[in-house]
């Protein structure tokens, strides 16, 4: 008797699974294909594709505190010249309780991903999320979640860089949602910073998913500060109908790219967007405008702004995946001076390239799992 139950003992430790942290895979496959009209470097026109396969893998454990440990390890493959590597998306470790929740490492500016969705869905991120004086990512930042108080709730998030002179940049965001109403606003600053511009990108970084040199580093960048401010609201109606509006302004001071701060003191750039969309069955529709203000450098007013007019339709193929079509279309007030954008890329491959019009129109497919 006693060898038999040995025997089972020892059965069951051999074969019983270990408590384990649970972890999910999730993320989603973008196909796009694009014509694009009046290339700065390319003639009239030029056809284009890009695949972006986004993989998030997510864990959390329970504490014997009640309080919960959550990391997060993204990638977005098969884009160039960006995220090459895992980890260089998001790569973090949190805590969360009901106090709310705390992020330690590299992660998404929570401004930026307002900026990026919902405000500057349907094709609209280009000139809003991706144009500015924000950041994209802060390579070693701290960031605070709040609980939510009555549709109520904000976030904070600091980032001392690589610790070189006083280099530092934080942010503080806010958003309140009821019913079919939701209001954001966001606040950042970054000082400092050695890749100062008005490409949105990862605060003080030479590449995605690192901090990089700043003032007193190899790079030897003297004293300067980007300020960025947002605020908007959406309304989604029962009948399937969303409306949307934003204001951001954009601060650039000191030492910062010609192309974009050639005076002693600041320069400003205005941007403002209206959004409508409906929905019906398997039919999306979406129509924008975006209008890119005129900068304005030590209190003289360049003629530099910019209308965009934006439209996309999608359709379902299925719960997870859609067809999509959208088109963007450019008007410059100055052919050779497309606000302070120090790229051609940065307008669709057209800023700055003696043209008044520039259009991209693009297909696509996406979907999630």
């Not at 976030?155 to 001392?160: E, F, G, I, N, S």
């Not at 079509?325 to 302070?340: G, P, Y």
């Amino acid at each position: 008797m006693f060898k038999r139950i040995l025997m089972v003992s020892l059965l069951a430790t051999a074969f019983a699974a270990p408590a384990m942290a649970e972890v999910a895979i999730s993320g989603s496959a973008e196909m796009d294909f694009f014509y694009r009209t009046n290339q700065a470097s390319n003639g009239d026109g030029a056809f284009g594709q890009e695949i972006a396969i986004i993989v998030n893998i997510d864990g959390k454990d329970k504490l014997d505190s009640g309080d919960t440990l959550k990391w997060r390890l993204a990638q977005k493959v098969a884009t160039p010249s960006r995220y090459d590597s895992f980890g260089q998306r998001e790569a973090w470790i949190g805590y969360e309780g009901g106090w709310g929740e705390a992020r330690f490492g590299n992660q998404f500016s929570n401004q930026y991903l307002t900026l990026d969705w919902p405000y500057g869905a349907q094709g609209q991120g280009n000139v809003w999320a991706d144009f500015g004086a924000h950041n994209v990512q802060y390579a070693n930042a701290v960031s605070y979640f709040s609980p939510n108080f009555g549709g109520f709730s904000f976030q904070a998030q600091y980032d001392l860089g690589s610790g070189n002179s006083d280099a530092n940049a934080y942010e503080i965001t806010a958003n309140y949602a009821v019913g079919g109403l939701r209001l954001d606003a966001g606040y950042s600053e970054s000082k400092n910073s050695a890749t100062m511009s008005s490409e949105a990108y990862v605060f003080g970084g030479s590449a995605w998913g690192t901090s990089g040199d700043f003032s007193g580093g190899t790079s030897n960048v003297g004293d300067n500060k980007a300020r960025a401010y947002n605020i908007g609201a959406i309304y989604s109606f029962d009948n399937g109908f969303n409306v949307a509006a934003s204001m951001k302004r954009n601060e650039w001071t000191g030492d910062v790219d010609n192309a974009i701060h050639a005076g002693t003191g600041k320069t400003t750039v205005d941007q403002y967007l209206v959004r409508a969309g409906y929905t019906t069955g398997k039919h999306n529709f979406n129509l924008g405008y975006q209008r890119v203000a005129d900068s304005e450098t030590d209190g003289v007013t360049a003629n530099d702004g910019m209308d965009v007019i934006n439209a996309q339709y999608n359709y379902a193929l299925s719960k997870n995946t859609s067809a999509f079509v959208q088109a963007r279309h450019h008007m410059m007030d100055n052919a050779n001076k497309t606000s302070v954008m120090h790229g051609a890329w940065q307008l669709d491959g057209a800023a700055n390239g003696g043209k008044d019009t520039a259009t991209r129109i693009l297909v696509g497919t996406w979907t999630g799992f």
